[in-house]
């Protein structure tokens, strides 16, 4: 008998024994390792997303599940009978903000849009098709909350997700010291039965000596809802390039999409991938990092290109915008914004093929990656195939929508503001799309009689008579928040367009115009934003915020009398607001009126007296009446609260150059 005979016939007891007890642990209802939990995070504690409420205590079935009150700041208000009654769906639309339907609410989602049309397509059925979607959910609390909805008797699970993977802290210690190989053997013994039971024994031994947290050893622990690193004091600074982390975290996101697989199937459910998509042709990356250590001349060069491009863009100069573009990005082909905007210049020149590299690109090389990379689509598709699961293809259907018409807008093959209101969710119309090809999807699962493609006529009416009793006030306040997000994250251009279009529908909003006041001054436009604050100030005279930044924007055009009477209103309005403080002793100082700057600014001292920038300018003011010795003292003060402060140091060298000069002076007309 041979040896490899040999080794068969040894391990085939153990092989018997394993089958056995993979059926008696399939008998009892005992879960594979891989749907039991998830193997790198935990979380400090689980909170139910539904919660059982009564309706009518008239009827003896009328419990019902509602979306507990502790959860509705993420997740949209959702109420279902606890009991499935019979011909009833139950579809649940799992992911995160898209599939809540940011910046609206439920009303506009694809999830509505798919209830409408379900129930329009399917009336022999009852159809229940709830919005589960979480506000900044990953695929791991995606998946985590599916265990939950399994016992809920789904039909069929929608799953949206892969934009959220990078939003909060985690460091994989253990993927990143384990080898590949090593993974891949885990992650084959946790399709088993025998490796969940394992794992619920250690797990409730661990639970015992460590009842703080109910995460594992190697797991990152998180808490019980989502906490972002942009939410941090920090925000985008806590964002840097790690390519090592950004392999790990789609290798989980993988992990998590063929978890989610196993816990449909053991709930005798299907599962539904939708491929996400994203704004590529009109969303800035967040966050560009330099690649690689370079010299101050190289930086300042690659500064000055990157400048003149994106003025050259704004100027409408494409051609000039491509070539200072192109040789930013050959500097550094890392640099998501000058990728970014070498993509833009290709648009408007026509070479949408380049655009579309150079585009998708920037998007991969954000170092504050709020858009799913391009690896997520991949493995979206990959898994769905694998499992021999229906998948919506989303970027596909997009890039496909582009009217044959001929005065079309062929730009409009890579997806941007035609479907996109910012970096990820998409429009009323592009909600209303993807819910199209959702419910062509599931007839073609066999669920409906009815093809959706032979109705599309009943369907339009459908959805422009619910479009007309949407509230439009109430779109244009989500469009104006909206503005207000992005313009705080820096992205004035996205936050622009979106408050032009809270305008369209909310009329006069000074709020909005605000948003386009600081695009103008980002643009270095300052006549266009007065033009926007002396607008947003007709409508609210008494926004101390918006006020003093119109007499910053005058302050720029030279027009120093102007900027002082509007800081003074500020302060006679609003004695405490700092900033307007600190801005009037500036436009004395431009006007010439230094001892009175020198009170202002000693007066802004007295508030804070540490501010290193009224030091500074006090400084300045000082210098310019001739009082070097008291120039000196506050410069010193200066660098002992920052010593690092190369400005200051050079002033303290003129100034303490100016007392020597005196003092030989002195000297000699003794």
């Not at 009398?561 to 607001?577: G, Q």
């Not at 900033?579 to 000693?602: P, Q, V």
Request: charged share 30%; proline share 4%.
């Amino acid at each position: 008998m041979t040896l490899f005979k040999n080794l068969a016939f040894s391990l085939l007891p153990l092989f018997a024994l394993f089958a056995m007890t993979e059926v008696s642990l399939w008998l009892i209802g005992a879960e594979t390792g891989i749907e039991k939990s998830d193997p790198y995070v935990g979380f400090v504690s689980e909170i139910p997303l539904y919660v059982e409420v009564e309706s009518d205590a008239e009827r003896s079935d009328s419990t019902m599940m509602r979306t507990a009150a502790n959860k509705r700041n993420f997740f949209n208000d959702q109420t279902f009978p606890k009991t499935k009654a019979p011909n009833t769906r139950r579809v649940f639309c799992m992911g995160g903000s898209t599939t809540y339907g940011r910046p609206y609410r439920d009303v506009t989602s694809f999830c509505a849009w798919l209830r409408t049309s379900l129930e329009r397509l399917g009336p022999e059925t009852d159809w229940e098709v709830i919005n589960a979607g979480g506000i900044s959910y990953a695929s791991y609390r995606v998946a985590a909350l599916m265990k939950e909805l399994a016992r809920l008797e789904p039909d069929l699970f929608v799953v949206y997700t892969g934009h959220n993977e990078f939003l909060e802290e985690r460091t994989y210690g253990s993927i990143r010291d384990g080898s590949q190989w090593r993974r891949q053997i885990e992650l084959v013994f946790r399709q088993t039965r025998s490796w969940g039971a394992m794992e619920s024994l250690i797990a409730d031994r661990w639970q015992g000596s460590n009842s703080s947290t109910d995460a594992k050893p190697g797991q990152d622990q998180l808490a019980a809802e989502v906490r972002t690193k942009l939410e941090s004091s920090v925000g985008l600074d806590a964002y840097h390039r790690d390519d090592e982390l950004a392999s790990v975290v789609l290798e989980h996101f993988r992990l998590n999409l063929n978890r989610m697989a196993t816990i449909a199937r053991n709930a005798q459910a299907e599962i539904l991938y939708v491929v996400p998509a994203d704004n590529l042709r009109a969303c800035a990356p967040f966050k560009s990092e330099r690649s690689r250590a370079i010299s101050n001349e190289e930086a300042a060069t690659f500064k000055t290109l990157l400048d003149e491009a994106s003025n050259a863009l704004y100027l409408e100069e494409f051609e000039r915008a491509r070539d200072l573009f192109s040789r930013a990005a050959r500097l550094d082909p890392r640099y998501a914004h000058a990728r970014y905007g070498l993509g833009r210049a290709l648009v408007e020149l026509g070479d949408l093929e380049e655009a579309r590299v150079e585009l998708t690109a920037a998007r991969d090389e954000d170092v504050c990656p709020l858009r799913a990379l391009s690896g997520i689509p991949e493995i979206v598709r990959e898994v769905a195939a694998s499992k021999q699961a229906p998948v919506v293809d989303f970027p596909r259907i997009l890039a496909a929508s582009v009217d044959s018409t001929e005065d079309s807008d062929p730009a409009a093959s890579i997806a941007g503001a035609n479907w996109f209101l910012d970096h990820v969710h998409p429009t009323v119309d592009g909600h209303r799309l993807l819910a199209r090809h959702l419910s062509q999807e599931i007839f073609q699962m066999g669920w409906l009689a009815t093809n959706p493609e032979q109705h599309h006529n009943d369907l339009d009416r459908m959805e422009e008579n619910l479009l007309a009793h949407l509230d439009p006030r109430e779109h244009g306040l989500a469009l104006r928040n909206l503005a207000k997000v992005l313009s705080w994250a820096g992205k004035n251009e996205d936050a622009a367009r979106a408050a032009r279009q809270a305008l369209d529908a909310l009329g006069d909003d000074e709020e909005s115009l605000f948003v386009l006041a600081e695009y103008a001054s980002s643009r270095d436009d300052p006549d266009a934003a007065i033009a926007f604050l002396r607008e947003a100030l007709r409508l609210d005279p008494d926004w101390a915020k918006a006020r003093n930044n119109l007499g910053v924007q005058l302050m720029r055009l030279g027009r120093f009398e102007e900027a002082l009477a509007a800081y003074d209103e500020v302060i006679r309005a609003t004695p405490d607001h700092d900033s307007s403080r600190f801005n009037r002793a500036n436009a004395l100082k431009r006007l010439g009126r230094f001892e009175e700057s020198i009170i202002a600014y000693e007066e802004c001292l007295r508030r804070d007296p540490n501010d290193l920038d009224v030091l500074y300018n006090l400084a300045g003011a000082l210098e310019e009446i001739h009082q070097p010795k008291r120039a000196a003292a506050f410069l010193a003060r200066l660098l002992e609260i920052d010593p690092s402060d190369e400005d200051a140091k050079l002033r303290l060298d003129r100034v303490n150059s100016a007392l020597s000069s005196q003092a030989r002076s002195f000297e000699r007309h003794s």
